[in-house]
């Protein structure tokens, strides 16, 4: 799923694209913003994968939103407006696409695809590499890179910046102290490639980085919590056989 942010001075125009965009299961709309200066601050604090920006808005336009943003890579850009003069400058600045007021559902249609085939593509990239990976673990050699997915984003993330992975819905979620990641491994395959020495399954659906443990706390009947360093004090379960090995393993 691809998460958008929608920029435009107009709030019927918001309003509009945001029903518009409602059908597409793979496009989640995360905030809106209403001039160039809050797009700007919006995109570098919730870092969308995809921003629909208008052009012509009071202060900064639409180009200006998108060379003032300190993020690498930025994210994906349609560029939606009433003008058609843009059209070369948008493609200029590396935009997915460019899209004339009023929207037309067939031609945000074709948007979509096309954005759609791209994040395939980057999908097809992670499989390959997961495959890959998953392929060199008979070396039993503890993975120095974990790639993780962040829209269509590919990150070799370090596995001493992970804090804890979860399981939820069927998809792995990796939550480091940048944000959260997803990636295609089960956490079956994720215990096998990760050195054991720093992780640990504390749970059927939780590994923890035993390096970011601050505290573990009795809580009933052999089950315990498990307490993070992170600014969050994130408490994890740490469950009655799970806590049996643990207890073995460092003697507590």
Not at 74 to 90: E, L, M, N
Request: hydrophobic share 40%; glycine share 4%; proline share 5%.
């Amino acid at each position: 799923m691809l998460r958008a942010l929608i920029v435009d001075d107009e709030k019927f125009s918001r309003v509009s694209l945001r029903k518009l965009l409602k059908p597409y299961s793979q496009i989640e709309v995360i905030g809106e913003a209403a001039d160039g200066v809050e797009a700007i601050k919006k995109i570098e604090a919730q870092k969308p994968d995809l921003v629909f920006l208008d052009i012509q808005m009071p202060g900064l336009n639409g180009f200006e939103v998108m060379r003032s943003v300190a993020l690498e890579p930025k994210p994906q850009v349609v560029f939606v407006t009433a003008f058609d003069k843009y059209a070369v400058k948008a493609f200029e600045v590396n935009a997915i696409d460019y899209i004339l007021k009023p929207i037309d559902e067939g031609r945000l249609k074709l948007t979509i695809e096309k954005i759609s085939q791209r994040d395939k593509s980057v999908q097809e990239d992670f499989e390959k590499i997961r495959k890959l990976l998953l392929s060199l673990d008979k070396f039993k050699s503890p993975l120095q890179h974990l790639p993780l997915r962040r829209g269509r984003k590919i990150v070799l993330m370090s596995p001493t910046d992970i804090h804890y992975l979860k399981s939820e819905q069927g998809v792995t979620v990796v939550v480091t102290p940048s944000g959260e990641y997803w990636t295609h491994y089960t956490l079956t395959e994720i215990e096998g490639i990760l050195d054991e020495q720093m992780f640990f399954r504390t749970h059927r659906s939780t590994i923890i980085n035993l390096n970011k443990i601050k505290e573990i706390v009795p809580a009933q009947s052999g089950v315990y919590d498990v307490y993070l360093s992170d600014t969050e004090r994130t408490c994890l379960p740490l469950s009655r056989d799970r806590a049996r090995v643990l207890r073995e393993r460092y003697n507590f």
